[in-house]
């Protein structure tokens, strides 16, 4: 099984990844900063990587975040990035036997431009910690990036508080299911339903509560041979399943615009704090793609 953000994602900037490498960990980067700067001064340094996608832990064990459901493109930077939607102009969820009897024969192709919004995690610092390099790196890469990848997650779910950026279960023009059945009926079911519009269910987002359950029964292992990767994270809720042609429905946008700050006595207590900030943009090109599942509720 690959690991998230191994090299192979779609659309991601081999260069910037070369060069955020030849520089060090974002933690790294950080440091040297701190080091090349004044001992009272606020502090900010451009990081040449894309801050959730950098945890280090993404690349020894397979919990993958709602962006690696996602096909992912460099864009400008700017205020927005075009992309294709794709709406129905006739509302049809089953197929015929021919493509004029198709659902994605209606489909109308636009351009559409993608706002983008910056989003940032601030985390207070341990007394002292500025003065120890190795701890300052670890914990700007192992605490501080994992923060970055739960806001993300939030982001691409529920949207940005901005209005910027849509969440992925609160698209216009996906669609909602309900069923009571066991989880593995259920989810089955609704798999196919997401193949009715000419995807191919590729992805699913969980509770981690649902996602044991799945291990429990034995039905992650038989979603993996079906090619579903399944991204568990606490920001939906443990009744909803989001279930999709991730890579077709949607697109990650990064015009590689990463940043993190030192922020002296900032804190609630005069305390240091370390901001970090990533920018990003969401283009959703099929969200008939997508259909969330309420589990334990009722059928429709």
């Known amino acids: 099984m690959p690991t998230p953000d191994a090299g192979s994602s779609p659309g991601l900037d081999a260069d910037s990844d070369a060069a955020g490498a030849a520089r060090g960990t974002p933690g790294e980067q ?11 001064e606020d502090i900010t340094v451009a990081v040449d990587a894309h801050l959730p996608g950098a945890f280090p832990l993404f690349a020894t064990r397979p919990r993958y975040p ?15 990035a075009a992309y294709v939607h794709e709406p129905s102009v006739q509302r049809r969820e089953e197929s015929g036997t021919s493509y004029a009897a198709t659902p994605e024969a209606t489909f109308l192709p636009e351009l ?4 983008l919004s910056d989003l940032t995690v601030s985390v207070s610092l341990p007394p002292t910690i500025l003065r120890r390099p ?26 940005s508080e901005d209005g910027k950026v849509p969440g992925l279960l609160e698209l216009d023009g996906m669609r909602h299911r309900r069923s009571n059945r066991d989880l593995d009926e259920a989810v089955t079911a609704v798999a196919f339903e997401v193949e009715e519009t000419g995807g191919s269910c590729d992805g699913m987002v969980v509770h981690p509560a649902v996602y ?7 039905l992650l292992g038989r979603l993996q041979v079906a090619g579903v990767v399944v991204s568990r994270t606490r920001m939906i809720a ?34 240091d704090v370390v901001e970090a900030s990533t920018r990003l943009g969401l283009g959703v ?16």
């Not at 950080?30 to 009272?40: K, N, P, S, V």
């Not at 709602?66 to 927005?80: A, C, F, I, K, Q």
């Not at 701890?135 to 994992?146: E, G, P």
């Open 134 to 159: 190795a701890l300052l790196t670890a914990f700007i890469d192992r605490r501080v990036l994992v923060r970055t990848t739960t806001m993300e997650n939030q982001v691409l779910l529920h949207g």
């Open 112 to 115: 559409q431009e993608a706002q």
């Open 30 to 40: 950080f440091l040297a900063a701190i080091e090349a700067g004044g001992e009272r």
């Open 212 to 218: 044991w359950e799945m291990v429990r029964q034995g």
């Open 66 to 80: 709602v962006r690696h459901l996602l096909n992912t493109m460099p864009v400008e930077d700017g205020e927005s």
């Open 285 to 300: 090109h099929l969200p008939q793609h997508l259909i969330s599942l309420t589990w334990g509720g009722s059928d429709d």
């Open 238 to 271: 443990r009744d909803t399943l989001l279930l999709g042609d991730f890579q077709a429905a949607a697109t990650l946008l990064l015009p590689g615009v990463n940043t993190l700050s030192l922020r002296r006595g900032a804190g609630a207590s005069g305390e």
